[in-house]
DNA sequence: ATGCCGACCCGAGGTCGA
C-alpha cells in the first residue's frame, strides 16, 4: 500500500502536477494540504479521470485539505475532534480505507498572528496528541500525515534557514512532537533515513532550491503494526524542479503486509 | 538586518506562508 502527502500550495494551480504526478506515482491514497478553494471549487473530475475519488475539506484562500484515493474511503471527520473552539480553519481530515484509519492535516505555522497566533499551534498540538491517543487506545492502524510545520531537530533544517525563535522550532512546539512520538507513532522517514536530511520544503524565495537550503516538515507518522511494514519512505524531490512547483514536495510510504511479503 | 517569491483576495496592493 502506497500513502501519501502533498501540500500543493493552490490545487487549482497544480492540479495538472498532481494529475502527473498520480500518474507517474499511482498512491492508494494522497492526503493533500493547502488547497486553498471551497470544496465546489475543488478538481474531482480532474482526478476521477484516473479513477481516484476526492473529500475535500475546503476554505476560501486560505488553507483547506483534501483525500484522494482508488479505494473505497469513508471520512469520519472534517475537524480536529476535542479542538476548542471548534476549528473554523480547513486543517484536518480523518479516513478510513480497508481497515487503516489515515489522519491528513495541515498543522499551523504560529508564526503569524502573535502569541495568539502561537498559542493556537500549541492547542491544535495538544488536540491532536489527544486525538492520536485516543485511536491508539482503541489499537488502530493509524497514519499521521501532512505539513506538520515542525522542525523536530537541527538535522531536520538548513543551517540559518530559520531564526531560532521561529515557531518551527521552539521548545514547546517541538515537546508536542516529541509527545506525538512517544505515543507510540514512527517518523516513517526518518526512521529509513537516520543522517540525510530529506528536506520537502524549499521557499520559493533566496534560491533557496537551488542551494538546497530546506526544512523537513511534511510527515507521516505510522502506528506500531503499520511501522513494521514500512519498505520505503521517502521525499519525492523531482517535483520541486518541475515548471511553476508547489514549494512543498510529495511525501510517499510504501507499506507491505507481511502475508504479501512472504508471497514476494 | 531585511527582502527575495508566489498565491490569495480582486482588479491595487495588502496579507499570508515558513
New binding site residues.
Given amino acids: 500500500m502506497r500513502i501519501a502527502t502533498w ?1 500543493v ?2 490545487i ?2 497544480r492540479q495538472t502536477h498532481v494529475r502527473r504526478w498520480l500518474e507517474r506515482v499511482r498512491p492508494d491514497i494522497v492526503v493533500l494540504q ?1 488547497i ?2 471551497e470544496a465546489h471549487a475543488f478538481p474531482a473530475a480532474v482526478f476521477a479521470d484516473l479513477g481516484y475519488k476526492s473529500e475535500v475539506v475546503g476554505q ?3 488553507n483547506g485539505v483534501a483525500a484522494l484515493s482508488h479505494r473505497n474511503i469513508v471520512i469520519h471527520h472534517r475537524s480536529l475532534p476535542g479542538l476548542t473552539p471548534d476549528d473554523s480553519q480547513a486543517r484536518y481530515i480523518e479516513v478510513e480505507t480497508e481497515g487503516l484509519t489515515v489522519i491528513g492535516i495541515y498543522l ?2 504560529g ?3 502573535g502569541e495568539a497566533g502561537y498559542s493556537y499551534k500549541l492547542a491544535w498540538m495538544d488536540a491532536l496528541c489527544d486525538r492520536v491517543e485516543a485511536l491508539l487506545a482503541e489499537d488502530r492502524d493509524l497514519v499521521v500525515t501532512g ?1 506538520f ?1 515542525v522542525c523536530p531537530s537541527p538535522l531536520d533544517f538548513s543551517a540559518g534557514a530559520l531564526p531560532p525563535t521561529d515557531a ?1 522550532l521552539r521548545p514547546e512546539t517541538r515537546a508536542r512532537f516529541r509527545r506525538l512520538i512517544h505515543n507510540g507513532l514512527t517518523d516513517a522517514v526518518r526512521a529509513l533515513h537516520p543522517t540525510s536530511p530529506a528536506f520537502s ?1 524549499w ?4 534560491g533557496c532550491w537551488e542551494r538546497d537550503r530546506g ?1 523537513r ?1 511534511d510527515f507521516a507518522l505510522l502506528s506500531p503494526r503499520l511501522a513494521e511494514c514500512m519498505v520505503a519512505a521517502a521525499p519525492d524531490r523531482d517535483e520541486r524542479g518541475a515548471e ?1 512547483p508547489s ?1 512543498h514536495v510529495p511525501v510517499v510510504v510504501d507499506l507491505v503486509w507481511p502475508e504479501t511479503a512472504k508471497a514476494a
Fill in positions: 501540500n500550495n493552490s487549482r494551480v493547502e486553498k478553494c476560501k484562500a486560505y499551523p505555522n508564526n503569524s498572528g505539513d510545520n518551527l520544503f521557499d520559493y524565495q533566496a526544512l516538515i511553476q514549494d
